[in-house]
C-alpha cells in the first residue's frame, strides 16, 4: 500500500499503524482529534498530520481532500478512532451519541466520502475498519462499546457484501486486550473486563505487523488474537452456554468489587 490514511493516529494501535506503513515505504497521513499528539507521530514518520474529528463528516470530507491533493489518493484508508465510555443502561445520552458518532458514523462519513472514487476503479481499494472482539463477542462493563462495535462490525460485513464486486476490499480488525490508553487509563480501568484483558494483551506494534501481514490477503476478519475465533464459534452455536458463561464473569466481577 502506497498511499495511506489512519484516524486516531495520535497513539496506541493508530500511531502503531502509521509507522509500520510508513517503515514498509508507504506515504502516510494521520490524523487525530488530539493536534500535538498526531504532528508528534507525523514529524517522527514524515508524515502529513491533520487533525480532525473522526465523528465530524464535514472534518472526514476535509481529511479525504487534503489526502487525495498531497498523496494524489488512498489505497488503503485505516479507519481507526474509537472511544471507550465504561457504564451500563443509565450511561448518560450525550455519551451514548458521542461513541455511536465516533465507532460508528465514522465509517460512514468515510465511505460517503470515499466510495464515489474508489467503486469500480482500475485497481482494488482497501478499507480497515478497527472494531474489536467486542464487536464479535461483548464487553462487560460498558454497554456503549458492546453495542456500537456490533454496530461497527455489522457495518464493515454490509459493505464488504454490497460491494466486493466493485474493487472495494473490507477488512475487520477485532483484537482483545492492547496494551493502549484505552486499556490501561481513563475510563477503562472502570470497566470489569480490563483486568481480565490485561492478561494476553499485545502490544500495537504486535497488532499492526499482523495487519500489514493480513494485507496480501483478503480475508475479512483480522484477529490477533486467535482465541477470538474459538468464542465466536462458541456464541454462534450455542448462545445460551456462551450468554451463561459471560454471566458468570459479570458474577465475579461483582462479587470482587
Known amino acids: 500500500m502506497t498511499r495511506v490514511v489512519v484516524t486516531g493516529a ?3 494501535i493508530g500511531a502503531a499503524l502509521a509507522r509500520r506503513f510508513a517503515a514498509d515505504g508507504a506515504k502516510v497521513v494521520v490524523s487525530d482529534i ?17 487533525p480532525a474529528d473522526a465523528a465530524s463528516e464535514a472534518d472526514t470530507q476535509r481529511l479525504i481532500e487534503v489526502a487525495f491533493s498531497e498523496l494524489g489518493g ?3 484508508f485505516c ?13 448518560p445520552d450525550g455519551l451514548w451519541e458521542r461513541d455511536f458518532g465516533v465507532n460508528v458514523m465514522s465509517h460512514v462519513y468515510v465511505t460517503r466520502a470515499l466510495l464515489p472514487r474508489w467503486l469500480d476503479s482500475e485497481t482494488p ?5 478497527t472494531v474489536s472482539a467486542a464487536g464479535l463477542l461483548t464487553l462487560l462493563g460498558s454497554a456503549t462499546y458492546s453495542v456500537t462495535k456490533h454496530a461497527a462490525l455489522a457495518y464493515a460485513e454490509w459493505l464488504r457484501a454490497t460491494y466486493a464486486h466493485r474493487g472495494l476490499i473490507v477488512q475487520a480488525l477485532c483484537p482483545q486486550g492492547v496494551r493502549t490508553d484505552m486499556l490501561t487509563g481513563g475510563n477503562a480501568r472502570g470497566s470489569g473486563s480490563a483486568a481480565l484483558l490485561a492478561n494476553g494483551a499485545l502490544e500495537p506494534a504486535a497488532v499492526a505487523d499482523l495487519v500489514a501481514e493480513s494485507l496480501d490477503g483478503n480475508e475479512f476478519l483480522i ?3 486467535p482465541e477470538v475465533a474459538d468464542y465466536y464459534r462458541l456464541r454462534a452455536a450455542d448462545p445460551d452456554r456462551w450468554l451463561g458463561g459471560m454471566n458468570k464473569l459479570q458474577r465475579g466481577f461483582e462479587g470482587a468489587k
Open 10 to 12: 495520535g497513539g496506541g
Open 34 to 50: 488530539d493536534p500535538d499528539a498526531v504532528a508528534r507521530v507525523a514529524a517522527e514518520i514524515g508524515g502529513i498530520a491533520v
Open 74 to 76: 488512498i489505497d488503503l
Open 79 to 91: 479507519s481507526n478512532a474509537g472511544v471507550l465510555t465504561a457504564g451500563d443502561e443509565n450511561t
Open 125 to 129: 481499494k482497501r478499507l480497515l475498519i
Open 223 to 225: 484477529l490477533p488474537h
